[in-house]
């Protein structure tokens, strides 16, 4: 239908319609980075805090610290995060300047000029070759080819790498290439406004007082790729940001983890307790103000108007200023670290590396690394995702005898590998060199002429809608609509049926080496009602046969009486076909009579012009004629999975991670590509397959599946407390079912339960299950299925895909992850991480991901526990110095807490912690689980992180003090001066966090031991050296603590205090760890100790056996995912430039030479010409056996 916004254009000039090809993915230019980058990081709040505490330390009333404790920091993280936010968008600019200055030929004042993409304008009319990208959304006005077709692959779309057919409107196509025609055309487009509808348009072209509908077959899409077409002529419709590609790239979102926003609410909540401290230590100063304050009056009188009052309100900002490093800025800096060096450890890792296609793994952002360790949900697209849109025939069974397995000489069954021996094509000429074939049996009933051998491969080379295409003598290609077809076609053509040319009325193959031409009479087309396709054709003979392939349950229910026992052999066939996860065909045939045939071809011309009513008349026409069908047996495809994709999904299965599988393909294909990878499996309780055709049948089947999976539970659903979810929407609570389950839904039942008042019935049930997958779903139904998740699960989900259609879903989601390589890169543009091959997922998520959750978890408690240590001990300090705000510690050593002394430890810490290495992570799956869950770092731990804080400073203020309180030199004289108790309390407390980051650490390397050593080492230099002699005298007043160190950490009873205080913060941690291990060990602590007894390196993975299982479930059946090209076909509209004229290829010099010579009737065999089959049980001996036995009948 119309859209109520339609849009009008002409072929003009530039000037007509503003709107370029131009695209902009960047988010600054030169002048406006410094001020909009700037803005944009002071609205975090931390950024904003710092910024305020620098002003305030700018007034000498209320700072006791210098401003260059806090500028510098501020000025470090703004500087790096600015490099990194620079970095990003000049590669963004960048790959904007490669697009937007590609060349195509634009026509302008009646000549072909090259101009750049972004000079494009709508209306223009621009000239595309082959292999070139679409340049923008286009009406195709002609093309090189017979009537005007056009060829295009639309990988960066949708990830399909098999052909496409576009064709331009008659009236269009007539304009050809004349420059001159084209350049006068005049007419005017009315059509739908921008959009994101891949599948569909909608518009009318009015020219030369006419009025022609134009639909999505007459539109090339900006992504997709010309080819095998010399050239073509198209209309620019949509531009730049109005492409259906752009349309579907959506508006980036800034994506934060879940760690991230558990820390605004943790920053809120400690600038509330450093409020409640500041307050409190103010109401300390104005009672010390009131009482003790008055008697210093005398010599330190205040001044006018400066009362007890107004004192404990400065004392409130100097106590801001001097706490502040309970929120410490260099945190924020040390994370950007620690993100930062864990992505360059994925773009480094060389066994996500895809040697093949040279494609490494790229971390395209480097702000959500530890999100990957708490993924719950994965949503994945199936074709060029899970399976590499690469069909092969795999097995076939014929007249009741199975091919494609091989046995060694005991009899027992092999499994396939690149290692075993591949069938011998060299007799064929014309065979396709990449095709392979394990069992010799095959090739040798071919050779042997068995009639039924021979039938079958003729049904396949004739019953299909390929195009084929030999540009050179021998060099064929077929142009297949769907892969799979393609397969067929393929194996009939190197066993010696080759498919050579095709005429809208004739079907030429090369059988046995003999050129062959069929007469086609009738193509009864496929749909997915049908399930099936039919041939009609006439021999050289002049006989007439139909050859028909489809599901294997809807050609049993048309086969003859006289095939019964054949058809329950062939049946247990299927089901081990089936039972492997393979892609079934069933093939049959039957010859019919000269006078019914006649009647019923009058009758189908009628049917096929009649104008109401055709489809259902042409049904029950073919109905009529396709029944009574004789079996030849059956195939068996494998839509080949990407590498280790069963293995990937059990691993994330064992990880208590839901895959979900969004696609576009039909049921039965999704379902089948669902039991080859271990997603569905037969082990399974049942699979719940929802189909149905209104609201309530597909409420009542959600239910159904409810009731099944837990009989008792109530039609309502459980939601978490509001209060641990801190959100507006109520989070759907987890349900305990009994058993494994699988669901199914397709396409047109998903948008009911996506409706509002479904939904959550829809989400209940899918959760309950073990895998969903959903079947013929849009890209925008895609992106509302993760959106759902999110906003109903308090959980972490991962989209990845490879197609166009994938990035609603992969922005949508909490991470999107791009599949590179050969399916298109525009999934990859918007993802935030990319690779080659889906099995890399499991080492992402379970090594990368985890260890990124766990450094960064432990990076977050220590980096808490040592900061609120710190400043704690000057909240109780100030309760011995009148509330005053002076500091405990030295001014250089509040400065360098944190930049020197403690930040390189952390930061080996998290960069190179790991409780287990990766082969252990594989091994033990189960230990992703506590990043699901949040248990490493949670507001909870929080809590847990300040009480222990709160302890440590309690034993780093108060031993100290009592220790040098009353305490005197071996030479008499006092240690209990300020500066003394400032060096002995900050050595304290640097041993004190040192120990406790050794506590944390379960992975020393030399880079660890260097950074803490190191930083110890480091203190003492830098103590030493400022509290020297010679730079007091250089500059008294920066180094007033002259000889302090020299004269304290020269006493025994200083080390002493140093011992005996790291031992009462540390002995608290120790034994609750070791009651923990104990009592309660976790899943981390249960693989730590079987390392420690390992004591050696992990045994190999074991190799996953092949396990052939029994099924009575039927796979999808091999044809296209939309209806076929049958009338395409026989209109001739279809149709090539005549090849020139050519031989068979074969050598017919005699079996006894390399080359093939047909004997007997296997030229011209006509199905008709034997009996009916023979028993099925018969077929027992091999094809070697009966070429013995010949051979000996011979002699």
Request: proline share 3%.
């Amino acid at each position: 239908m119309i859209c109520p916004a339609p849009r009008n254009l002409w072929q003009s000039t530039k000037d007509h319609d503003p709107m370029t090809n131009a695209i902009k993915t960047s988010k600054y230019n030169f002048f406006t980075f410094l001020p909009l980058n700037l803005f944009e990081q002071f609205q975090r709040i931390a950024n904003a805090y710092f910024l305020f505490l620098l002003v305030l330390q700018l007034i000498p009333e209320i700072s006791s610290l210098s401003w260059f404790t806090t500028v510098v920091p501020l000025v470090l993280v703004l500087s790096v995060t600015a490099a990194k936010d620079a970095t990003d968008d000049i590669n963004r600019h960048r790959n904007d300047n490669h697009v937007n200055n590609r060349k195509v030929q634009v026509l302008i004042d009646e000549k072909l000029r090259s101009e750049k993409w972004m000079d494009v304008h709508v209306g223009d009319i621009i000239k595309l070759e082959n292999n070139q990208f679409v340049t923008a959304d286009l009406l195709l006005l002609s093309s090189s080819e017979p009537l005007n077709l056009v060829y295009i692959e639309t990988a960066e779309l949708d990830g399909e790498t098999n052909l496409k057919v576009r064709q331009a409107l008659t009236v269009t196509g007539d304009l050809g290439d004349d420059v001159s025609k084209l350049a006068d055309f005049n007419g005017e487009v009315l059509c739908e406004p921008p959009n994101n509808r891949l599948d569909r348009f909608t518009g009318t072209l009015a020219f030369a007082g006419q009025k022609y509908a134009l639909d999505n077959e007459k539109i090339l899409l900006r992504g997709c790729t010309l080819r095998n077409t010399e050239w073509c002529f198209g209309l620019v419709l949509f531009a730049g940001p109005e492409t259906k590609l752009m349309q579907n790239c959506g508006k980036s979102t800034f994506k934060r983890t879940s760690v991230d926003r558990l820390m605004n609410v943790l920053v809120l909540f400690i600038f509330g307790f450093l409020a409640f401290m500041c307050t409190v230590l103010a109401i300390g100063n104005y009672c010390w103000e009131l009482g003790e304050g008055s008697a210093f009056t005398v010599f330190l009188p205040r001044q006018n108007g400066h009362d007890g009052a107004f004192s404990s309100f400065l004392t409130f900002w100097s106590y801001v200023i001097i706490l502040n490093t309970v929120v410490p800025i260099s945190l924020y800096v040390s994370v950007e670290f620690i993100r930062l060096g864990n992505s360059f450890y994925i773009d480094w890792d060389r066994k996500m590396y895809h040697s093949r296609s040279d494609t490494p793994a790229v971390a395209r952002t480097t702000t959500l690394n530890e999100e990957l360790g708490q993924i719950k949900y994965v949503f994945s697209d199936k074709t060029g995702t899970l399976t590499q849109n690469i069909m092969t025939f795999n097995k076939c069974s014929i007249n009741g005898k199975t091919y494609g397995d091989v046995f060694d000489y005991m009899g027992q069954r092999l499994e396939i590998n690149e290692h075993t021996e591949t069938v011998d094509f060299s007799f064929n000429p014309l065979a396709d060199p990449r095709f392979t074939f394990h069992d010799h049996a095959l090739v040798e009933a071919v050779k042997l002429e068995i009639p039924e051998v021979h039938a079958f491969f003729r049904l396949l080379a004739l019953c299909h809608t390929v195009m084929a295409e030999e540009k050179k003598e021998g060099e064929l290609s077929y142009q297949a609509q769907s892969p799979d077809e393609g397969a067929l076609v393929t194996a009939a053509r190197n066993f010696g049926f080759v498919f050579r040319s095709r005429t809208p009325d004739s079907i030429s193959i090369v059988e046995m080496g003999e050129q062959c031409t069929y007469k086609l009479l009738a193509i009864l087309d496929f749909n997915n009602v049908r399930k099936r396709m039919s041939v009609i054709v006439r021999s050289p003979e002049g006989k007439l046969s139909l050859y028909c392939k489809g599901a294997d349950t809807i050609i049993c229910e048309r086969l003859h009486g006289s095939c019964t026992k054949l058809t329950n052999v062939t049946t247990e066939h299927l089901n081990e076909f089936a039972g492997e996860g393979l892609r079934t065909l069933a093939l049959a045939y039957k010859d019919l009579d000269e006078d019914f045939f006649l009647q019923w071809q009058q009758r189908h011309h009628e049917a096929s012009t009649a104008l109401e009513g055709r489809e259902d008349k042409l049904e029950q026409l073919y109905e009529e004629i396709e029944t009574d069908l004789l079996l030849l047996g059956a195939t068996a495809i494998e839509d080949k999975l990407q590498d280790g994709v069963a293995q990937t999904i059990e691993q994330l299965s064992k990880a208590d991670i839901n895959i979900w599988v969004l696609t576009g393909d039909k049921q039965e294909t999704a379902e089948n590509i669902g039991y080859s990878c271990n997603l569905l499996r037969e082990e399974m309780n049942d699979v719940f397959v929802i189909s149905g055709n209104s609201p309530e049948d597909v409420r009542q089947e959600l239910r159904n599946a409810q009731k099944t999976m837990k009989p008792g539970a109530t039609e309502d659903c459980t939601f978490l407390p509001e209060r641990t979810l801190g959100k507006s929407v109520k989070a759907l609570a987890d349900e305990t079912v009994n058993g494994e389950y699988g669901l199914v839904i397709n396409g047109h039942s998903l948008a009911y339960a996506l409706e509002r008042s479904m939904e959550l019935d829809f989400l209940r049930t899918a959760c309950m299950c073990k895998a969903v997958i959903c079947c013929r779903v849009t890209p925008l139904q895609k992106a509302q299925v993760v959106e759902l998740v999110k906003m109903y699960k308090r959980a972490v989900t991962l989209a990845i895909g490879d197609g166009a259609n994938d990035v609603s879903m992969i922005k949508v989601a909490h991470i999107g992850v791009g599949i590179s390589g050969q399916e298109g890169m525009q999934a990859v543009l918007s993802s935030d991480y990319s690779f080659a091959q889906f099995r890399f997922l499991q080492r992402l998520l379970l090594v990368h991901g985890r260890w990124s959750y766990l450094r960064m978890c432990k990076f977050l408690r220590y980096f808490f526990y040592k900061n609120f240590t710190f400043t704690f001990v000057h909240f109780w300090y100030a309760f011995f110095c009148g509330f005053s705000a002076q500091t405990v510690y030295d001014e250089l050593f509040i400065t360098l807490y944190n930049l020197v002394y403690t930040a390189l430890p952390v930061l080996g810490m998290s960069l190179f912690d790991q409780d287990v290495n990766d082969a252990w992570s594989f091994q033990h799956p189960q230990l992703y689980v506590p990043g699901q869950l949040n248990l490493y770092f949670s507001k909870t731990a929080f809590f847990k992180c300040a009480l222990h804080s709160c302890y440590s400073s309690l034993v780093l203020f108060f031993i100290p003090y009592g220790a040098v309180s009353q305490a005197a030199r071996t030479d008499g004289r006092d240690v209990a001066d300020y500066q003394s108790f400032a060096v002995l309390t900050q050595t304290c407390l640097l041993f004190a966090v040192t120990i406790q980051l050794g506590l944390e650490m379960s992975y020393w390397t030399a880079v660890n031991t260097v950074f803490v050593v190191g930083s110890l080492v480091m203190y003492f230099v830098v103590t030493f050296t400022m509290y020297s002699n010679g730079l007091f005298l250089v500059l008294p007043s920066a180094f007033p603590f002259i000889g302090t160190a020299r004269n304290s950490l020269s006493q025994p009873n200083i080390w002493l205090t140093i011992v005996l205080t790291s031992i009462l913060c540390t002995l608290p941690v120790v034994t609750y760890r070791f009651l923990l291990i104990l009592l309660r060990p976790t899943i981390n602590d249960k693989v730590m100790f079987k390392v420690r007894q390992a004591k050696a390196s992990p045994p190999p993975l074991p190799r996953r056996a092949r396990i052939r299982r029994t099924s009575s479930r039927r796979s999808g059946y091999a044809f296209s995912h939309a209806q076929g090209y049958g009338d395409l076909v026989t209109s001739g509209r279809f149709l090539r430039r005549p090849a020139p004229p050519r031989s068979s290829g074969f050598a017919h010099t005699g079996r006894a030479t390399s080359g093939f010579s047909p004997m007997g009737r296997s030229a011209g065999y006509s199905p008709a010409e034997r009996a009916q089959y023979a028993k099925a049980q018969e077929v027992e001996t091999t094809s070697l056996q009966m070429y013995r036995t010949i051979s000996d009948a011979a002699l």
